[in-house]
């Protein structure tokens, strides 16, 4: 079965500092990825993806992610934190078939101190 | 402009009631998912649907119920059974590469 982790329910950083949003899944089989961001009494958004691709992924934002098979990671980076990326992070992973369902992670919220 | 909505994005309702959740697609998936969000909790999958005319139940599915009579709408029915329906509720549909595209979500409030 597949499953997600995302280390650390809420993280705080400075403005200008990096942002590191860890995420490990378990999967037999090679995964698609994915992070999204939620601000507050949104919806989901969809960050980046990997689909078997290239293992550095860039998404919006200034976000990109390294699909790391090794360590089972997806971490998703940003070299320097905005104010405007307080939110919720979420990531998620799922397989081809898999009934398309996804399976998510529960979410790291993100505070970016002045 | 393609996406998904959801009305209304706030719901007041009291106890005992039905409630339906509205959610509509223009963006020609086959496939469409609800979710309830309550904090902490991440998100948990009540239904999807992978074709007209079929869903399945997630893994939150006892005292809801919804239907799929057409490809764009996948309406969501809270009914008086959901012993906690407070909660945010969102509605999502998936692409071609397994990704899923989110309404704004609706937040519903039973008193």
């Known amino acids: 079965a597949q499953s997600v982790t995302q280390l650390g329910s809420h993280v705080s950083v400075s403005e200008g500092a990096l942002v590191l949003l860890r995420c490990n899944y378990s999967?037999?089989?090679?995964?698609?990825l994915f992070w999204y961001v939620q601000y507050p009494n949104q919806g989901l958004q969809l960050l980046l993806k990997?689909?078997?691709?290239a293992t550095l992924v860039k998404g919006i934002n200034g976000f990109e992610a390294e699909f790391k098979k090794s360590e089972t990671s997806f971490h998703l980076t940003k070299p320097s934190a905005h104010m405007s990326d307080a939110a919720e992070y979420f990531c998620?992973?799922?397989?081809?078939?898999?009934?398309?369902?996804?399976?998510w992670g529960l979410g790291t919220s993100l505070a970016v101190n002045p | 402009d393609g996406g998904i909505t959801q009305s209304p994005k706030y719901l007041f309702r009291k106890e005992g009631q039905n409630v339906t959740l509205s959610c509509e697609q223009n963006?020609?998936?086959?496939?469409m998912y609800w979710y309830r969000q309550d904090p902490g909790q991440g998100l948990r999958l009540i239904y999807y649907?992978?074709?007209?005319?079929?869903?399945q139940k997630g893994d939150i599915a006892e005292g809801y119920s919804v239907s799929r009579e057409k490809k764009e709408s996948f309406p969501l029915t809270v009914t008086s059974a959901q012993k906690n329906p407070t909660a945010f509720y969102l509605c999502?549909?998936?692409?071609?590469?397994?990704?899923?595209?989110f309404g704004p979500g609706t937040r519903l409030t039973v008193t």
């Open positions: 990997y689909t078997s691709a």
């Open positions: 999967s037999s089989v090679p995964p698609y």
């Open positions: 963006l020609n998936h086959d496939a």
């Open positions: 649907s992978q074709i007209v005319n079929d869903f």
């Open positions: 999502a549909s998936m692409g071609s590469s397994y990704e899923q595209y």
């Open positions: 998620a992973v799922t397989r081809a078939g898999n009934n398309r369902k996804l399976i």
